[in-house]
């Protein structure tokens, strides 16, 4: 029985077109100044639009595969991608504007609030709001949405990796490890009835000066990028935020993915059958 399934590019294939495309098409990745007259007497406009259709779709594999690795992170914030239209006004192949080809011209981090879950686990939180939990890192202070903290028998709050959980003044919070406590909504801890801490969880007017410090950790990248206490921002005790990368969105995105990769190879491949006819032509006609 023959095998119906479609047969998707192999990464190998994927690389020599984008290999052609770059050499051919740009001086730098991924887009440059244009090369026309080697791209025209090379590679025609069919094959250059569907090779620049599969270069993106690596790109968004790679980006896909990303998030659908970190569905269970708690906290993860799921990476998207921003396409645009490079036009060469030099190449021949679309009237009065030249070649346009797709391509990833940025990427950027979707913050969009991630379902909550009970965990039972008094040392968890969810933040529902805007806000960050702030720790201490290696090389200045990092933001968390990922609430799954700990007492370590020193009595340090610590959160993922075990970094230490600041305080409204910026120092780590300290605990009794031997008493439990309590954290109210607005990330006030308390043991024995008596208030301990006061939890750092803060917000920003642009979160896209954000960039991603692992996997659960954001650093603010640029001196423009200030925190300032959350004001709408709740912490909501023995819960968890999930991540925003859903697993169902992931598949389907995966299986549209898959689709276009499949066109564009057949594109690629019609293109490359054109090219061999006309040159079969040409030779019966000038032997």
Do not use: C
Not at 75 to 96: C, I, M
Not at 138 to 149: A, D, K, M, P, Q
Not at 274 to 282: F, R
Request: glycine residues 10%.
């Amino acid at each position: 029985m023959s095998d119906s399934r479609p047969r998707i590019a192999s990464k190998q294939f994927v690389y020599r077109v984008v290999y052609s495309i770059d050499t051919l098409y740009f001086h730098k990745s991924p887009i440059g100044t244009l090369r026309a007259s080697g791209f025209t007497s090379t590679m025609d406009s069919l094959s250059a639009i569907a090779a620049s259709g599969l270069r993106s779709r690596m790109q968004e594999l790679d980006i896909l595969a990303n998030n659908l690795a970190n569905t269970s992170t708690r906290g993860y914030k799921a990476d998207r991608e921003l396409y645009s239209l490079y036009t060469s006004n030099d190449a021949s192949g679309v009237a009065e504007g030249g070649t346009e080809t797709p391509w990833i011209k940025a990427t950027w981090v979707d913050f969009a609030q991630g379902t909550t879950a009970p965990t039972g686990n008094p040392s968890d939180v969810a933040l529902v709001g805007k806000g960050f939990l702030a720790v201490r890192g290696s090389s200045g202070t990092l933001y968390t949405r990922n609430g799954s903290l700990k007492v370590t028998s020193k009595g340090d709050l610590v959160a993922a990796e075990d970094r230490a959980v600041l305080d409204a003044s910026g120092n780590p919070v300290k605990l009794n490890p031997s008493l439990p406590y309590d954290i109210d909504r607005g990330g006030v801890l308390t043991q024995g009835g008596n208030t301990v801490a006061q939890l750092s969880v803060v917000e920003f007017s642009n979160p896209a000066g954000l960039v991603k410090a692992g996997q659960a950790y954001f650093r603010a990248s640029g001196s423009g990028v200030v925190a300032t206490p959350a004001i709408a921002t709740e912490v909501h005790q023995g819960q968890l935020e999930e991540s925003n990368a859903g697993p169902a969105e992931g598949a389907v995105r995966l299986v549209d993915v898959m689709r276009q990769f499949e066109m564009l190879q057949k594109a690629i491949t019609l293109g490359a059958e054109m090219d061999k006819q006309a040159i079969s032509e040409v030779a019966k006609v000038n032997p």
